[in-house]
């Protein structure tokens, strides 16, 4: 979603299939294009930002189940801290349910995409 966004102000490059732990992304920034815009890279956890787009069937190669995927993509959000950014799709009814740890409040509007 978010290179999607961003391909509509400069070109795109993004990590593909899975490659979002220490290995993929270094391997990943290696292979960006100088002529290149943004990259948007996916990185497994951070420790200040924590962001969840959604929680789909693509994740399923690791998991039995959508609510597998759900569970384990509530545990990015399980260890939030006071001053953490959390950032959540609000289009996206199973990632609008995840429980919001307790000290999180909203800041400014949400805004959404559709496409």
Not at 46 to 69: D, T
Not at 88 to 115: H, Q, R
Request: a negative charge; glycine letters at 10%.
């Amino acid at each position: 979603m978010i290179a999607l966004a961003l391909e509509s102000i400069r070109t795109v490059y993004q990590s593909h299939g899975n490659w979002n732990n220490e290995v993929g992304v270094s391997l990943t920034f290696i292979g960006i294009p100088r002529n290149v815009g943004f990259g948007v890279l996916e990185l497994g956890r951070s420790k200040n930002v924590r962001v969840i787009l959604n929680a789909g069937a693509s994740h399923l190669e690791n998991f039995a189940s959508l609510e597998e995927v759900l569970m384990a993509k509530g545990e990015i959000l399980r260890d939030a801290m006071q001053g953490d950014i959390c950032v959540l799709n609000a289009d996206d009814p199973l990632i609008t349910s995840l429980p919001i740890p307790m000290g999180v409040k909203k800041v400014g509007e949400i805004l959404t995409l559709n496409f």
